[in-house]
């Protein structure tokens, strides 16, 4: 029963001056007798556009009839998506981490303006899950986060497990004649058979095992392939769910605690998950005003080991993941290192909810004790080059004699320079590709380098050559790539003092990003440093002059409670 709740949609209707409210209520179907019951949100970012999200409208259908069955009034309202996969190698993705700011905004916008009481947020793609979670924790009202899933890898001929990734390194193989033009098509029609986020552990997948880990999504969710016949019914069930965290005031900052951030850091390094999780995970326990240092997630990754064979940086899909266990079973085989007995929104607590979990393939999810990797995926560097952090996935390295390197710099101001010397030839082997200008204020938008990256393997120059930028990468994202680079050029950081041939040395197991220039030389040059003028308008602008350095999450100035 919701009778004695406070309920907050009683604002809208309860007192004889609110009959236009009423009237209102009336008008877009809401009866009498159910403007008593408790108004869910369903906040849902279906769209045509992004793949991941294609399928979301009917998903959002399924939730309503939770909802309904609950006792729950429910009303849908959808936010912007934005395709990081169509974003990347062009102006585009300098919108992409602005919009999870944008999400936040407008999605505590339509929760306090129409007095909520309780919210489904649904969503699959990168951005989308933080910034939905960054909202629910500015209202804390009872919220269910449901993650769409995954969508099934590819398959063309002998090539199996298809990935987003997988495609943008095919580019790489037509340009040294690997692979002919007319194939690259014939794969390009295979390589992504349905709905769901990218099928690798790139950012989306990364951010949904980690709502799970947090305890705001339903057990079992993350991995669980979009197209799976379960869908349906785990739906439903997120409907009821979130009836149920209502009438036991279960908001989500009661759950999303400094435990349940461990939790997730944790889950982070076993997955080998994306680099932007970063950003992510500090943006979150920011809103939730948690204390979060850098440095903390490498004190993580020392203790928490790599264990699931996953692309990018495995062999396989996240959909084998989900065969193997899910993130119940791996969140049970490192169940010694977390923190159980915190709440979740299933009502119980995370040792209830992955009870009985188990691990059915060992190649795919491996023992704590004989891991892929014996750290966690990602490491923090820092250095005269990086003096307030830089952020690796050291996981996804192929040749381990690159974990450490040592080369001259060759720099480029955009990363459209830089992917137009690859493909001419103009990068040599031993040289450390330097990408500046790229952070949150100097982009504006810390735009991914994916693009670079993706050629760069391809071409088979991860053997030889590093790449460091202010901005980050892709969670599919491979190859001796260092992102993050704080304080980023824009902003001062001696990023933007490199000129080509000066020495880059990185040392990743040592964890040190250095420039070897004499700090006079350096001193001499920051004298007659400045930063290059951007004509910028609309939310870059507003961006540009808010967003705070990456290692810090890239929030901006005014986003908690300013």
């Known amino acids: 029963m919701t009778d004695n709740l406070p309920l907050r949609s009683r604002d809208l209707h309860e007192t004889l001056e609110r009959t ?11 009866n009498h007798a159910d403007m008593g019951k408790p108004l869910v949100a369903i906040v849902n970012s279906w769209t045509e556009v992004v793949p991941g999200h294609t399928h979301l409208r009917a998903v959002g259908e399924l939730v309503k009839q939770g909802v309904r ?18 974003a990347q190698g062009h102006v585009g993705m300098s919108y992409s981490l602005p919009s999870r700011e944008a999400i936040a905004d407008t999605v505590e916008i339509m929760l ?18 933080p910034g939905h979670l960054l909202a629910a924790l500015r209202v804390n009202i009872p919220t269910v986060m449901l993650t769409g899933g995954p969508m099934e890898g590819g398959t063309y001929k002998g090539h199996t497990d298809i990935t987003l990734s997988t495609m943008r390194e095919f580019a790489g193989q037509v340009k040294i004649g690997k692979l002919s033009r007319v194939e690259l098509t014939e794969i390009e029609k295979a390589a992504l058979p349905g709905p769901g986020s990218c099928s690798m552990m790139g950012t989306a997948n990364t951010m949904a095992c980690l709502l799970e880990a947090l305890g705001m999504s339903p057990t079992g969710c993350a991995t669980m392939l979009a197209v799976d016949p379960l869908r349906p019914a785990l739906a439903r ?5 979130v009836m149920e965290c209502l009438r036991q005031n279960l908001t989500p900052r009661r759950i999303v605690t400094r435990d349940a951030i461990e939790n997730a850091m944790a889950v982070d390094m076993a997955l080998g998950g994306s680099t932007n999780s970063v950003l992510h995970l500090l943006a979150i326990a920011h809103q939730a005003g948690i204390p979060l240092a850098l440095d903390e997630f490498d004190a993580m990754a020392r203790r928490v ?28 085989e490192i169940g010694s290192l977390l923190h159980l007995d915190v709440p979740t929104v299933t009502g119980r607590t995370l040792r209830e909810n992955i009870a009985g979990a188990t691990v059915t393939n060992r190649e795919m999810i491996r023992p704590l004790s004989d891991p892929l990797y014996r750290e966690g995926g990602l490491a923090i560097l820092r250095g005269s080059l990086a003096p307030d952090g830089a952020v690796v996935k050291q996981t ?39 990408v500046r200008y790229e952070g949150p204020k100097g982009g504006p938008g810390m735009r991914e380098m994916h693009q670079i990256t993706s050629v760069m393997v391809g071409m ?7 790449l460091v930028t202010d901005g980050r990468f892709s969670g599919s994202t491979r190859g001796p790539c260092i992102g993050h680079v704080s304080p980023e050029a824009a902003a001062g950081g001696p990023m933007g003092l490199i000129r080509d041939g000066d020495i880059i040395e990185y040392d990743i197991p040592n964890r040190r990003l250095d420039l070897a220039v004499p700090a006079e030389e350096l001193a001499r040059r920051r004298a007659s440093w400045r930063p290059p003028k951007r004509e910028l308008k609309g939310i870059l602008a507003r961006y540009a002059r808010l967003a705070q350095s990456a290692s810090t999450g890239a929030v901006l100035r005014d986003t908690n409670g300013g």
């Open 305 to 332: 080991p790599h264990l699931c064979n996953v692309k990018p940086s495995g062999k396989y899909a996240v959909g084998r993941m989900d065969e193997a266990g899910g993130v119940p079973a791996l969140m049970n």
């Open 69 to 86: 069955k609950a006792g729950g009034n429910p009303l849908e309202f959808d936010t912007i998506a934005l395709c990081d996969g169509m």
């Open 237 to 241: 069930e997120a409907g009821r769910l």
């Open 396 to 434: 996804g390295i192929r040749f381990k004699t690159m974990l450490a390197h040592r080369g001259p710099a060759r720099v480029f101001e955009s990363m459209e320079e830089a992917v137009k010397a690859f493909m001419g030839d103009v990068v040599k082997r031993g040289e450390v590709v330097v």
């Open 20 to 30: 236009a409210h009423r009237a209102l209520l009336h008008c877009i179907g809401v």
């Open 460 to 466: 088979g120059l991860d053997e030889h050559c590093g």
């Open 112 to 129: 306090e303006g129409h007095r909520f009481d309780a919210a489904v947020m649904i969503s699959s793609c990168d951005k989308i899950e």
